[in-house]
Structures are given as structure tokens and as C-alpha cells.
């Protein structure tokens, strides 16, 4: 798994306890051997690299559209 530097956009697929997978999608805050941490629409998220399915950076999200 490769991820950019703190402060990029990122989305990580993880696997919850119960075995279902979910997705984290949000600013990248840190990242070490054990532990990713990313701030997104749920706050902040303490995933565990050996739960991790797949991670990868993404686009910043689209500008909000004019009513």
C-alpha cells in the first residue's frame, strides 16, 4: 500500500470487526507501520494497516454547485 504524504485526499477501504468492508474518505493525517489516520465526513478515523483492503489518493471533492 502506497499512500501520498500527509495532507492529501485519500480513500481506505478497511475490513470493520464484523468482517464487512467500509471506506474511510478524507484528508490524510498521518501514517506509520501500524496505524492510518484520516479525518473525514465522521471525524477522525484510527484505521490499523493489517485491517486495510486497499488506499489510494483522490481528487480534491467538487466545488459546491450554485442553486
Same mark, same amino acid.
Given at each position: 500500500?502506497?499512500?501520498? $504524504?500527509?495532507?492529501?485526499?485519500? *480513500?481506505?477501504?478497511?475490513?470493520?470487526?464484523?468482517?464487512? $468492508?467500509?471506506?474511510?474518505?478524507?484528508?490524510?493525517?498521518?501514517?506509520?507501520?501500524?496505524?492510518?489516520? *484520516?479525518?473525514?465526513?465522521?471525524?477522525?478515523?484510527?484505521?490499523?494497516?493489517?485491517?486495510?483492503? &486497499? &488506499?489510494?489518493? *483522490?481528487?480534491?471533492?467538487? &466545488?459546491?454547485?450554485?442553486?
Amino acid at each position: 500500500m502506497r499512500l501520498p $504524504a500527509p495532507g492529501n485526499r485519500v *480513500v481506505v477501504r478497511y475490513l470493520l470487526p464484523t468482517g464487512q $468492508a467500509t471506506d474511510a474518505l478524507g484528508e490524510l493525517l498521518s501514517a506509520d507501520a501500524d496505524t492510518v489516520v *484520516v479525518d473525514g465526513k465522521r471525524g477522525v478515523e484510527r484505521i490499523a494497516v493489517s485491517d486495510i483492503i &486497499a &488506499a489510494k489518493p *483522490v481528487p480534491p471533492p467538487p &466545488a459546491p454547485r450554485p442553486r
